[in-house]
């Protein structure tokens, strides 16, 4: 079947690259470029925001006594070391990528320029928005939100460790309820903590669709770009 989306924003936790030993563990990255390149083979202009996380967590940093706004600089360098792990893994399939941060290091990679991001990405190239929105206080989900907006992308595609939306944890709860479908209004409401409220509000101000899925679940990814997102909670 042919995509139901042209263009999308993909937004990966930085976690997901972490293993048992490895902070970024090679084989994770080459997984994930796999799954992102079987997207661009289907003609989907790819756009993606990376966590920091698996590397520093300015908040976690700052509940522990540092300058919030420090710690929030430095998760930005971890998406950038992140993002460029993650456009050598691309490349080294033969998908042309560039890496736009939004604080300006032009030795290793371009400046955010909306317009030269959207020509990447007409160009047929994968394009990583790395270092959040450049301000402290702003989480890589609100990064994703802003960015897609700004790019006229038709979903944010959020990718996590569980398969969409709960009532609670699964982990830590076994009665707990998927959503299949959920509106901004109730994940804002029940406090569900899958994106933070800016990110919501933002999507939901532009009547941006959210949806949620397990990354690691084989063909999840291609099923949703197709239309079916049985396997994926939906934000709408």
Request: glycine share 8%.
């Amino acid at each position: 079947m042919p995509p139901v989306y042209k263009r999308i924003i993909l937004k990966l936790s930085g976690e997901v690259l972490r293993s048992d030993d490895n902070c970024i563990s090679p084989a994770i990255v080459q997984e994930m470029s796999e799954a992102i390149k079987s997207v661009v083979d289907m003609g989907v202009e790819v756009a993606l925001v990376i966590g920091g996380g698996n590397i520093f967590r300015g908040l976690s940093a700052s509940r522990k006594g540092m300058d919030r706004t420090t710690g929030d600089y430095m998760g930005m360098m971890a998406t950038c070391i992140n993002a460029l792990a993650l456009q050598d893994g691309l490349e080294s399939l033969g998908i042309p990528t560039r890496v736009q941060s939004a604080i300006a290091m032009q030795q290793i990679c371009e400046p955010y320029i909306r317009r030269k991001a959207v020509r990447h990405l007409e160009k047929g190239r994968v394009v990583i928005f790395a270092a959040g929105t450049g301000s402290p206080f702003f989480s890589t989900d609100t990064t994703a939100a802003l960015r897609a907006n700004e790019i006229n992308a038709e979903v944010v595609l959020k990718a996590t460790k569980v398969d969409g939306i709960y009532d609670k944890d699964p982990a830590k709860h076994d009665d707990a309820v998927k959503y299949n479908e959920i509106s901004y209004t109730d994940c804002l409401t029940k406090q569900l903590e899958v994106m933070d409220s800016t990110a919501f509000t933002l999507c939901m101000d532009n009547q941006l669709p959210i949806i949620v899925f397990d990354f690691h679940q084989e063909g999840v990814l291609k099923n949703i770009l197709c239309g079916n997102a049985e396997a994926a909670t939906v934000v709408k």
